[in-house]
């Protein structure tokens, strides 16, 4: 603002704020009075906001930053005894200059760099963005730096340059999300050829681990290790995340677009408007997932089935959640993800997406008094857009501003028992197109060679 | 010996801008706050105005009650500006976060 200014924070929120002021140009580095965050809790004693206050006069009359930021980045080195030694030596420096997710990482050699670049659309030096908060300079090689140290091939570059893509979109405010002790982490959803090509998981187990479908697993993983080393999200002081689920690949599958009952749309086209068929991704943050057993037992019609099990979907989805407010408007209260089999009896009934998603829109409806009694009207007040804010009104409470909100696909394995209920905590959800190189197909054909060729031997 | 040479995963950033020079005193100097709402900010931000108002004669401080709160607005280029435009001198940002 070219005002002097002071934070008043808390002690663990340093580094926090440190990359905040990063992410918009100025040196790491800014006025603050921090105090333990038991003075910030209700019925605080405020004594010690007195006896520091000549702090904060210091602060707006006397500081002066100490700090300096760094410039390009740099070739790395290390040496060992033999190729194993230099290895773990390289494992090491990850580790100690927290770098590293605690699990081995491939070092980033020019080499194997070069090799992942093979799957970039764009050339090497073409930036994206900076990558908030902290703000460095997000380019395609250092999108290639994160997915060769994740174990990633080419093959899956034009998909975490596009997730990253999605992750820059200032409407995706990731400078919150990546800070927030909310701990939300980001889901890739995938639709398109591409999908099948690189072999993401659309079926059993999508969230992963999957070693028959490995492609999540290295792009999510490169994804969460730019959130630390570009965006500065080092737990306990660059993310507040207090607890931090599925922090080690956040969650990148596919839509099972094969499975889609007849005249249901994928989900880049009923959300994005993409083309069906083209190759894209949409990015939003969830803050859980929860598994809900929608399966009736005994004697039960498919009908009975069909509605019981989105009664029981939408049981979950009416709780009352601040994080609903974030998204309220632009962005989804969360995804329900139900597998082929279930889509398949819920088109038998006459259901669409959209007419699944009205259902669930009716029947996550929370009584106001539930909001009142949780303490969710203050939140209502300062809640980003005029919709959250003046939902209040309403009773029940809707959870998103309109159904068409409410995240649908179709994925997971083709059993009948269970749906999944990706929680959001996000402000949008960010559909980008997967931009292929020439040659992407040779690369798939290489992939597909050099498993092949592992398998037999 | 093997060397391994790699690329440094924290990136380049880019050159940085300077901080914004203090002031040399709050002698007839307009002090603004801004709240995300939260943490006791109803309470901590109104006793620094307090504060600064008995120990500066003089002062202004303009209440967070002037500015948009919430941790979804005190951050982004429209408050900045409506800051600007208050004409504050210094600003004071709260709370806990």
């Not at chain 1, 005249?263 to 993409?274: K, L, T, Y």
């Not at chain 1, 819920?346 to 007419?355: E, H, I, R």
């Not at chain 1, 959250?388 to 409470?397: E, G, K, L, T, V």
Request: net charge negative.
């Amino acid at each position: 603002m070219g005002i002097p200014t002071v934070t008043l924070t808390r002690n663990e929120f340093v580094g926090v704020v440190k990359n905040a002021v990063s992410g918009i140009g100025l040196a790491p580095d800014t006025a603050m009075v921090t105090f333990p965050t038991a003075n910030f809790l209700p019925g605080a004693d405020l004594a010690a906001l007195a006896a520091r206050k000549n702090e904060f006069y210091d602060a707006l009359t006397k500081w002066t930053s100490g700090k300096v930021k760094s410039g390009a980045g740099n070739m790395l080195c290390v040496e060992g005894e033999t190729y194993e030694d230099a290895l773990g030596r390289a494992n090491e420096m990850f580790i100690a200059n927290s770098w590293g997710d605690g699990l081995p990482l491939w070092p980033a050699t020019p080499e194997r760099v070069n090799w992942i670049l093979r799957g970039a659309a764009q050339p090497r030096a073409h930036v994206l963005g900076k990558f908030p908060p902290r703000g460095a300079i997000v380019t395609i090689e250092a999108c290639a730096v994160a997915l060769a140290m994740a174990g990633g091939r080419p093959e899956y570059l034009p998909v975490l340059i596009a997730a990253v893509e999605a992750f820059l979109d200032p409407n995706a405010t990731g400078e919150l999300l990546q800070a927030t002790s909310g701990s939300p982490f980001p889901v890739v959803i995938v639709n398109g050829p591409i999908a099948k090509q690189i072999k993401l998981n659309s079926g059993f187990g999508l969230i992963g681990p999957d070693p028959q479908h490995p492609a999540g697993a290295s792009i999510g993983r490169a994804l969460r290790l730019m959130q630390q080393n570009l965006g500065g999200a080092l737990p306990g002081t660059g993310t507040m995340a207090v607890f931090g689920h599925m922090r080690y690949t956040n969650a990148v599958f596919a839509e099972d677009e094969e499975g889609l009952p007849a005249g249901w749309e994928p989900h880049s086209v009923d959300r994005h408007g993409f083309k069906r068929g083209a190759n894209c991704v949409s990015l939003f943050y969830a803050s859980g997932a929860a598994n809900i057993i929608r399966r009736g037992a005994k004697k039960e019609t498919l009908e009975e089935d069909v509605v019981q099990g989105l009664h029981r979907v939408a049981g979950y989805m009416r709780v009352p959640d601040v994080h609903y407010l974030h998204g309220y408007t632009e962005g989804t209260p969360g995804f329900v993800v139900i597998s082929k089999v279930v889509a398949a009896d819920l088109a038998t009934m006459g259901y669409t997406k959209q007419s699944i998603r009205e259902f669930l829109y009716e029947h996550s409806k929370v009584p106001l008094d539930e909001m009142r009694k949780a303490g969710c009207m203050a939140w209502m007040e300062i809640a980003a857009t005029a919709a959250a804010r003046d939902s209040a009104q309403q009773d029940p409470w809707p959870i998103a501003e309109k159904a068409a909100n409410i995240g649908l696909i179709v994925a997971g394995g083709g059993h009948s028992s269970h749906a999944l209920w990706l929680q959001a905590y996000t402000y949008g959800v960010i559909g980008r197109e997967i931009k292929l190189p020439a040659g992407f197909n040779d690369l798939v054909g290489e992939a597909d060679s050099a498993n092949a060729a592992a398998t037999n031997s | 010996m093997i060397k391994l040479e790699f690329h440094d995963p924290s990136g380049a950033l880019d050159k940085a801008i300077p901080h914004a020079p203090r002031l040399e005193s709050f002698a007839g100097k307009k002090v603004g706050m801004l709240s995300n709402g939260q943490w006791q900010a109803y309470r901590m931000l109104p006793m620094l105005k307090t504060m600064l108002e008995a120990d500066f004669p003089g002062i202004e401080v303009i209440s967070e009650d002037n500015f948009p709160q919430g941790n979804a607005f005190i951050g982004n280029e429209d408050v900045a500006q409506q800051v600007k435009d208050s004409g504050v001198d210094a600003v004071i940002i709260g709370n806990a976060a």
